[in-house]
């Protein structure tokens, strides 16, 4: 029988292997092996021929840690993301969330703890598994507020340096009363009070 991987989990691959190209892909996987298919698992095709689950390597050095993203997967179905609808759940190093339980991690104590790789299903309707809604959750790893800051402080060192060779030309041209104006500018800037 032909099958395929739920279209939501293929654009979260998409997604992870372009933030992490070099990850280990060891414990990768959507469909399941001889064992799955004995038992009841996502990682078997449905009906349909769809495969609602996927397996997603742990490899901080690779820049990927699997237990972070198990977070933003549960943060995602918080948010109610159109693909963690009814059905979804992901498993990381001996935790669960599901839809089911409002997201909340619970103790997980299958025969894998999952410490190698986050399991994640995706809802049961085809609505759900076959959502092209963006993810978003490698963008997030990526940008941290220690960058946002960066950037507001090269931004503010920017503004400021404007109005310091403003202030020079002003200076000359205009008289003290611009000067004063162009001080408290500055204090604005500096202080992060100046309006939008
Ligand atoms: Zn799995």
């Given at each position: 029988?032909?099958?395929?991987?739920?279209?939501?989990?293929?654009?979260?691959?998409?997604?992870?292997?372009?933030a992490?190209?070099?990850?280990?892909?060891?414990?990768?996987?959507?469909?399941g092996?001889?064992?799955?298919?004995?038992?009841?698992?996502?990682?078997?095709?449905?009906?349909?021929?769809?495969?609602?689950?996927?397996?997603?390597?742990?490899?901080?050095?690779?820049?990927?840690?699997?237990?972070?993203?198990?977070?933003?997967?549960?943060q995602?179905?918080?948010?109610?993301?159109?693909?963690?609808?009814?059905?979804?759940?992901?498993?990381?190093?001996?935790?669960?969330?599901?839809?089911?339980?409002?997201?909340?991690w619970?103790?997980?104590?299958?025969?894998n703890?999952?410490?190698?790789?986050?399991?994640?299903?995706?809802?049961?309707?085809?609505?759900?598994?076959?959502?092209?809604?963006?993810?978003?959750?490698?963008?997030?790893?990526?940008?941290?507020?220690?960058?946002?800051?960066?950037?507001?402080?090269?931004?503010?060192?920017?503004?400021e340096?404007?109005?310091?060779?403003?202030?020079?030309?002003?200076?000359?041209?205009?008289?003290?009363?611009?000067?004063?104006?162009?001080?408290?500018?500055?204090?604005?800037?500096?202080?992060?009070?100046?309006?939008?």
């Amino acid at each position: 029988m032909s099958w395929r991987t739920a279209y939501s989990l293929d654009e979260l691959l998409d997604a992870i292997n372009a933030a992490a190209p070099d990850r280990s892909k060891a414990a990768d996987g959507s469909i399941g092996d001889t064992a799955h298919s004995s038992r009841t698992s996502d990682h078997n095709p449905n009906p349909a021929g769809v495969v609602r689950a996927r397996d997603f390597t742990h490899d901080p050095a690779g820049g990927f840690d699997a237990h972070a993203f198990a977070e933003d997967i549960r943060q995602l179905g918080i948010a109610g993301h159109p693909a963690l609808g009814p059905g979804a759940y992901v498993i990381s190093r001996g935790r669960i969330a599901s839809a089911t339980y409002g997201w909340d991690w619970r103790d997980y104590d299958g025969s894998n703890p999952h410490d190698h790789h986050t399991h994640v299903s995706v809802a049961t309707a085809a609505a759900g598994y076959d959502s092209n809604a963006l993810w978003g959750v490698m963008q997030e790893d990526t940008m941290q507020d220690a960058d946002f800051d960066k950037i507001r402080t090269i931004a503010r060192e920017e503004a400021e340096r404007a109005v310091a060779k403003a202030g020079d030309i002003v200076k000359i041209d205009v008289g003290t009363k611009a000067k004063r104006s162009l001080a408290t500018v500055l204090k604005e800037i500096r202080n992060g009070t100046r309006p939008q």
